[in-house]
């Protein structure tokens, strides 16, 4: 099954390499474009949303083909975006 727009994904790039939780806007030949945060700082970005601290915000970020190893969908038992619903309780769609 096609992973299509609006689902949650985990990111892997190269050079350098980076690992990216987020939303996917689109997938084209040249591209893609999701809203994503650095899946490093996830616990931190949690924590500061729970606690009601000032937090990065999801960027909006446009990475070129090239530096694409992987993208998966966010499934697992739990996945991110549970683990983030779960100790939020809000959606991550809203960030």
Do not use: C
Request: hydrophobic share 40%; charged share 25%.
């Amino acid at each position: 099954m096609k992973i299509a727009n609006g689902e949650s994904v985990i990111l892997v790039l190269h050079t350098p390499r980076e690992k990216l939780l987020g939303i996917l806007d689109e997938i084209n030949q040249s591209g893609v474009f999701v809203r994503a945060i650095d899946l490093g700082y996830f616990d931190d970005w949690v924590s500061s949303i729970v606690n009601g601290e000032h937090y990065l915000a999801m960027s909006d970020y446009f990475i070129p083909m090239w530096r694409v190893e992987r993208i998966t969908r966010d499934e697992g038992s739990p996945s991110m975006t549970d683990l983030f619903e779960q100790r939020t309780g809000k959606n991550l769609g809203e960030f």
